[in-house]
């Protein structure tokens, strides 16, 4: 069991890159808890993240994200995965700047069988493959420099991913 009192890693990365999924599974292996902010937000604000960009827009649901994401990493000792567009505030640059933060890293291909672009993400509502394309243009540079790691997660199974994550954090150690 790992003990810390800071987050162990901390993920970033564009939609369907597995921040969710590959947390949860890395947060079991390593025996420390998962804390996902976006998921942390809905239960706070007890409706969707969708719902928030309907009814108080974009710039409400940043707030919230950057308060909720700034809470995590000074507060959870476990895996932290934020969500997509939070690396993108400065505010939340400066707060990673000496955590662990590994980037997910995932094609287009990989990410729609993930994410389904159901419209069920706001930024991806309208033409979704194009969004998230313009979307990961924009935001590459912003993962790439906060990024501790950067771990390619295409073609890749759950266990295959975190396997590397757990690899790299050792060596980080």
């Not at 827009?57 to 707030?63: L, S, V």
Request: with cysteine; glycine share 10%.
């Amino acid at each position: 069991m790992v003990t810390a009192t800071r987050p162990v890693a901390v993920l970033v990365g564009p939609p369907g890159s597995g921040k969710s999924t590959i947390g949860a599974a890395l947060a079991a292996t390593l025996g420390v808890d998962f804390h996902d902010t976006d998921a942390a937000i809905e239960s706070q604000q007890g409706c969707s993240i969708s719902d928030i960009f309907v009814l108080e827009g974009e710039p409400a649901f940043r707030a919230l994200e950057r308060a909720e994401v700034a809470r995590a990493v000074g507060a959870e000792s476990g895996v932290v995965a934020l969500g997509g567009g939070a690396p993108m505030e400065p505010a939340t640059q400066e707060v990673l700047g000496d955590h662990v933060v590994v980037f997910l890293d995932v094609g287009i291909a990989d990410a729609a069988k993930r994410v389904g672009f159901d419209g069920s993400r706001p930024l991806l509502a309208i033409n979704p493959r194009a969004a998230w394309t313009k979307l990961m243009n924009e935001r590459r540079p912003t993962y790439e420099r906060v990024a501790t790691h950067r771990i390619d997660t295409a073609g890749r199974s759950v266990d295959d991913v975190v396997a590397d994550i757990v690899e790299r954090l050792g060596a980080s150690s």
